[in-house]
């Protein structure tokens, strides 16, 4: 298949994903199904696939190097970003695997993940699919990735935490095509699929991207550089002046220490987690009785900037979100959050919110973070020390506006990155439902009906597949009675 004809299935999938429905995997098995082609069957799992769960060796026997006579012990971890090898003594009672064996996940979250590329043992949480020789496993791993098989297995009645075992995959249907075209459908799977991760590492990417570039609008906002041209027309000065953030401001304040309480009774106030920067989340809230002097005293107003005193993360430890329109007719904020009221003679509240979110200012505050009972934090007088870049008023309305402008613009790019992330994850389900029904494969049969028919039917492989399985069964010892 050609790139520009593999594109354009991709295109035509992508049209189409919300319309196109994984295969009813309950339906009957009776020739002339019309979810299927005619040539293809339908089977049950456990007629083609047998399972075998994993062991668990006593912890006991667990080293975490390799050595002779030691096997590695596979669990779910091992197949993610974050392995830690684990090796057992070799023993006859493992459950092995090669690096071609196909592995599925038993327990809650990782229910139905499906796991290959590693050789060893592996462990109770995973089972492994043992697959005749004449299927092709890539044709395998997509049924068993696909929402045909996942769907069902998410709607065991048994609970996931006790796993899945063979009779509970008795009644999962499998789409059986001819053996030849499995391979071709494997083969389209595999060349769109690849498609669809490269489309999706690209998107995954433009999140950093945009970081970087508000990261590069803020620097350029503080050091006079977004603004540069601006100046020299409006003839302001060349140079910014540095003021300490103690000049600038009429008041700072540490919020409420008492606790607030489940009942919604008194007044709204603010979480730690509302505070992020350039947001202050108005919903994110509990409440507190307060008399009306600390109401007054602690209520929140328009452009009022809010900084984080404590975290337990120090990336959000002095960051800074402010109120552009406030949402509540009181509103109030706990100990752990400072409140800021500028001067706006000397700085506006949007551009020091701007500064300090910059890299200037996250330098200084986390240079200053102090660690306590688990806690990170920085201080009012800490704070007040930090040195502001600060050009006229007029030069910092100008500032606010571009940032604005600009972050407005990567705010829409990243939202329609989200949207596209969206449609990409349901594109996959989407090409993998469209093999299963044979819709990839259609103009192939139509080209090769003596690759799909007598005993190259999908009819014809079932029946060799049932026949070699029972001839593998062991025969069952009678004892001879006695005389």
Not at 85 to 107: N, Q
Not at 197 to 209: F, H, N, Q, V, Y
Not at 263 to 271: E, F, T, V
């Amino acid at each position: 298949m050609s790139n520009a004809n593999s594109q354009d299935n991709v295109a035509e999938v992508n049209a189409s994903y919300a319309a196109t429905a994984a295969i009813p995997n309950r339906h009957s098995r009776e020739s002339g199904n019309p979810e299927l082609p005619v040539n293809w069957t339908i089977s049950a799992f456990t007629e083609i696939y047998d399972i075998q769960g994993g062991t668990q060796p006593p912890k006991s026997e667990f080293i975490y190097e390799p050595e002779d006579g030691y096997i590695q012990l596979l669990q779910i971890r091992d197949f993610g970003r974050k392995p830690v090898p684990t090796y057992v003594p070799l023993s006859k009672k493992l459950k092995t695997c090669e690096k071609t064996d196909l592995l599925i996940g038993r327990y809650g979250a990782s229910l139905g993940r499906i796991c290959t590329g590693m050789t060893g043992a592996y462990n109770v949480a995973l089972a492994k699919v043992i697959a005749p020789e004449k299927m092709y496993r890539s044709y395998t791993r997509r049924y068993l990735e696909s929402h045909i098989f996942q769907n069902e297995l998410a709607l065991l009645s048994r609970s996931a935490q006790n796993g899945f075992n063979k009779e509970d995959l008795k009644g999962f249907n499998v789409p059986l095509p001819p053996l030849a075209e499995q391979k071709i459908i494997a083969d389209k799977l595999d060349e769109l699929l690849a498609q669809v991760d490269t489309l999706k590492a690209r998107l995954d990417a433009i999140p950093a991207i945009l970081k970087r570039f508000r990261q590069s609008v803020l620097a350029a906002a503080v050091s006079g550089k977004l603004t540069e041209e601006w100046r020299v027309q409006s003839n302001n000065p060349p140079e910014f002046d540095v003021e300490k953030l103690g000049n600038l401001i009429t008041e700072m304040r540490n919020g409420l220490s008492p606790k607030p309480n489940e009942k919604r009774s008194g007044y709204p106030i603010l979480r730690i987690s509302s505070v992020r920067s350039f947001i202050v989340d108005q919903d994110d809230i509990r409440h507190l009785e307060v008399n009306e002097d600390n109401r007054k005293r602690y209520s929140l107003i328009t452009d009022d900037l809010l900084f984080t005193r404590y975290n337990g993360s120090a990336d959000f430890v002095g960051v800074c979100g402010r109120i552009n329109t406030l949402l509540h007719e009181t509103l109030l904020y706990p100990d752990k959050l400072i409140r800021v009221r500028t001067d706006p003679k000397k700085i506006l509240p949007g551009y020091l919110e701007i500064f300090s979110a910059s890299h200037l200012a996250r330098t200084y505050i986390l240079s200053l973070i102090k660690s306590t009972s688990g806690q990170k934090g920085i201080s009012g007088k800490d704070l007040k020390e930090m040195e502001i870049t600060l050009p006229s008023t007029e030069e910092q309305t100008e500032i606010v506006h571009r940032v604005n402008h600009l972050f407005t613009h990567a705010d829409q790019i990243e939202q329609q990155v989200k949207n596209a992330q969206a449609r990409v994850n349901q594109l996959t389900q989407a090409i993998l439902a469209k093999a299963f029904k044979g819709e990839l494969t259609e103009q192939w049969r139509k080209d090769n009906p003596e690759l799909i028919s007598g005993d190259n039917s999908a009819g014809a492989l079932l029946a060799r597949i049932k026949a070699e399985r029972a001839a593998a069964k062991p025969a069952k010892k009678t004892r001879e009675k006695a005389r």
